[in-house]
């Protein structure tokens, strides 16, 4: 984990409350997650050059510190697949309030979870576990333990979740790499005790996992007043 640059993205974040995504995900790959490949474009050439590069379907969000929740302002546009389409991204996004820009990231398939972290008053660091993605309110299905998790709690938790079967390979789909998301629990629980009573929340949703592993394609850590 290098924790000097956890700690400098952090503070770098403090005036604003939040760690915008782009500067989430470093954050995150600093304490030795996966993250879907993406970048923080400032023009249409630096994203449709990164498109190019990974290749097409791709996403596109917009970047402002004044958007925490883009989904709910048109700030997010899945299944990006020509130059002329991502442009378009980025032109509306243009006139989203505080635009600085603009991530692309690989678009990924795969089980979607959610991995989260609370610091309860009471308990401490938190981790929370659940069946991710748009649907994660409605199906509400999540499991609850404190950090640090071991790996006998990290088993438990998925075999906690009513959707488990989705991972196991549900109606003849392809497994999900359960060594590969047992080991994304541990770091996720260690780099949540790692930021302790310095951070309120932080929301992993989607991680995408498939039988080839796990990486996270949206992150918000909201930070704990001063």
């Known amino acids: 984990m290098l924790k000097k640059k956890i700690d400098h993205i952090i503070q770098q974040s403090q005036t604003h409350g939040w760690v915008m995504e ?9 304490a030795g997650l996966p993250v879907a490949a993406f970048t ?37 546009i899945v299944g990006i697949e020509t130059p002329q389409a991502l442009k378009a991204a980025h032109a509306r996004f243009k006139g989203l309030p505080g635009f600085e820009g603009m991530l692309v990231e690989q678009m990924l398939s795969g089980v979607e979870i959610i991995a989260g972290a609370v610091m309860d008053a009471q308990f401490g660091p938190t981790v929370l576990l659940g ?30 979740l009513r959707g488990g079967c989705l991972l196991m390979g549900y109606r003849g789909g392809p497994a999900v790499d359960m060594a590969a998301l047992v080991s994304f629990m541990l770091k996720f629980s260690e780099l949540t005790l790692y930021l302790n009573s310095r951070i309120e929340s932080m929301d992993l949703n989607p991680v995408i996992c498939s039988s080839n592993g796990c990486q996270i394609s949206d992150a918000r850590i909201i930070l704990a007043a001063e």
Request: glycine share 10%; no cysteine.
């Open 22 to 30: 782009p500067d989430a995900k470093t954050l995150l790959m600093a």
């Open 40 to 76: 923080r474009a400032k023009d249409e050439r630096q994203a449709t050059a990164f498109a190019e590069k990974i290749g097409y379907p791709v996403v596109a969000k917009v970047i402002s510190r004044q958007i925490v929740h883009k989904s709910e302002v048109g700030g997010v």
């Open 131 to 160: 069946i991710g993605g748009t649907g994660v309110e409605l199906y509400n299905d999540t499991t609850l333990r404190m950090a640090p998790l071991t790996e006998s709690d990290a088993k438990a938790m998925l075999g906690g």
